[in-house]
């Protein structure tokens, strides 16, 4: 299928771009320990450029590493010796074909003391935000005006170093939203107060940046339309400044929306529709006429046809969905759809930066280790080889899917009818029809690649024996994990694999929902729409860590809607016939609540019943994924990928 819209060429002010697809600025933490350019990030931006992205705009860059830090290796470009590391990665960028504008920023009241050496965080005013707890100083207006200087010094820089272009970052609760916001915003001198007081600390950086870097260099600006905060900037307050900004002369709007106390609207879990928030970048595009860049999950190249054909925005972000398959462009061009590997909103790579590791992808083991991965390296046709993987799931999957691309032959067994292990059981609605996408992918490659899917066949040593393999990859994942407390083996106690599969039903019934992660909350939903009376006990997992905070609070606020009676507070004693026994550990005092049924969704344990059998009969067995103990998609994936791309070394080194 050709999409006319998505690779129509577009302007940014005098620049030209070769079709409508961006990247959107995200933080990767792949900068060095001062925030220089390393050779990693330059390879991270290379690969989606070669993806075929039309421009690229680098994540937030620090214009002021004393005070203005988001991150602890955030990219900088406070200093003249900043230019040349920028200026190799404008250049890597540029040799195919994409644009590349930076991001600059400043982080205000969102950044934290530990980012700053102990200092107090600064901002408009002495206003705290919610979600970092620190109340800041508030800026003098020497002060303000030295930040000018420093916000345009960073756009001449820029320039230097051959970018294209530069955003300004007045989006997501950051300094210059601080300034706009009249939540954040209570001064009193000329850079607070009336709307105009407000924007003057944006408006300053705007045409001091004009000055210094000419009418055609462009100048986009990320505006968070609406904050979400009680308050804050509302769209019909976000239309008005972007109003004002294109009177200004800036040549593009970067639309988002939020801040870090409505951080789920700014980076969406799995529980958001795709594209929901392209409704704000259609509005804004109604009352101005500059370019309009609308973002926020969107994953699906006829989904962007339709925005840009409807006129709905001019440029369309792609952001973590170009993280998951940097060639989401370069495919869609050539009508290679299936082969996209679409984000499924997990945010593993927001939980992973966030843990101060470089960013990493569930579904892309090579996202910000290009350098590690940098090319396949494929046996020659005559060495081609048998490998055996059993198991189905994402980790199987992975290391198939990779070992055929290497010119293994490749046998996979699976004793289910299909394949996807854990991610068939997947249930909350609006998750499903993501980790659909997914399934769609892994299914469709292996289809494409001729790999040998053996579905409804349990593996045993003399089948994969058979074959005469030259490595065997065990891939058997995991079986639910049950608590030690008395009661566990009663006959009403279920695992969450028995409702999802659908081996037991229930209407009408008492049941007590145990565990956590979104397939425990999921459970006790569906449960509660089946017309069930649902205690769910909260019994923090290893799954439940991979979840947002604002995200369990969501899910939490859907339970509590469906009369669920949500125990967050309490630990499992014992489970009796006809009830179940909690204790508030602060207190030590227990309470007994009726239950009929008992649903237990802790996570899983490895699963691993042929590697001792397998080893006594062969070298070469490798086990991988759940059946390793590992637990989630991510892990899965990448020790899938690991082990296949290295397989030659490892057989060597045990002793083929």
Known sequence: MYYQNIFKEGKIGSLTLKNRIVMPPMGTNLAGFEGEVTDQLIAYYEERAKGGTGLIIVEFTCIDYEYGKGFVRQVRLDDDRCV????????????????????????????????????????????PSAAVGEVPRELTTAEVKVLVNKFVQAAVRVKQSGFD??????????????????????????????????????????????????????????????????????????????????????????????????????????????????????????????????????RE??????????????????????????????????????????????????HSVNRNLHVRCSLNAGAGRELEFQELKCIPAAESRQVVVVGGGPGGIEAARVLKLKGYNVTLFEKDNKLGGQLNL??????????????????????????????????????????NPYAVLLATGGVPCLPHVEGIDLGHVYTYEDIKLQVR??????????????????IARRLAEAGNQVTYLEILTKASRRIGQDTRLRLHHKL???????????????????????EDPATGKQAEIESKNVIVAMGIVAYNPLEKALKN????????????????????????????????????????
């Open 301 to 350: 190249p006829q989904f962007v046809e339709n925005i840009l054909a409807e006129g709905k925005a001019d440029f369309v972000a792609i952001g973590r969905g170009l993280i998951a398959d940097p060639e989401w462009a370069k495919k869609t061009k050539e009508g290679r759809e299936a082969e996209i590997r679409k984000c499924i909103n997990c945010l593993h790579c927001i």
């Open 617 to 656: 009969e062969m070298d070469n067995v490798f086990v991988l994924g759940d059946a390793l103990g590992y637990g989630s998609l991510g892990e899965a994936t990448r020790d899938g990928f690991e082990k296949a791309y290295v397989l030659e070394s490892i057989v060597t080194n045990t002793g083929e």
């Open 560 to 582: 509590k809607r469906l009369n669920v009676d949500v125990i967050t507070t309490h630990q499992l004693v014992k489970i009796l016939p006809e009830s179940v026994v909690v």
């Open 505 to 522: 039903g229930f209407t009408n019934q008492k049941i007590t929902v145990i565990g956590s992660g979104l397939s425990c909350h999921g």
């Open 165 to 298: 272009g530069v955003e300004v970052h007045g989006a997501h609760g950051y300094l210059i939203n601080q300034f706009l916001s009249p939540e954040a915003n209570l001064r009193t001198d000329e850079y607070g107060g009336s709307f105009e007081n407000r924007m003057r600390f944006l408006e300053e950086i705007i045409l001091g940046i004009r000055g210094k870097c000419g009418e055609d260099f462009p100048v986009t600006v990320r505006l968070s339309v609406d904050e979400f905060v009680e308050g804050g900037i509302d769209l019909n307050l976000g239309k008005e400044i972007a109003q004002y900004l294109e009177n200004l002369g800036i040549d593009g709007l970067h639309v988002s929306c939020g801040t870090y106390d409505s951080s789920d609207t700014l980076i969406e879990s799995p529980l958001f529709e795709q594209g929901w928030r392209v409704y704000l970048a259609e509005e804004i595009k109604k009352v101005v006429n500059i370019p309009v860049i609308t973002v926020g999950s969107i």
């Open 84 to 127: 040349p590391g920028m200026f190799r990665l404008a250049n890597a960028v540029h040799k195919y074909g994409a644009k590349i504008f930076i991001q600059i920023h400043h982080a205000g009241r969102q950044s934290n003391s530990t980012l700053i050496n102990g200092k107090q965080i600064v901002a408009p005013s002495s206003v």
């Open 426 to 467: 997947v249930d909350e609605p609006t998750y499903k029809k993501k980790m659909a996408w997914h399934l769609d992918y892994i299914r469709n490659e292996m289809n494409r690649l001729n790999v040998d899917v053996r579905l409804n066949t349990e593996a045993t040593v003399q089948d994969i024996l058979a074959l």
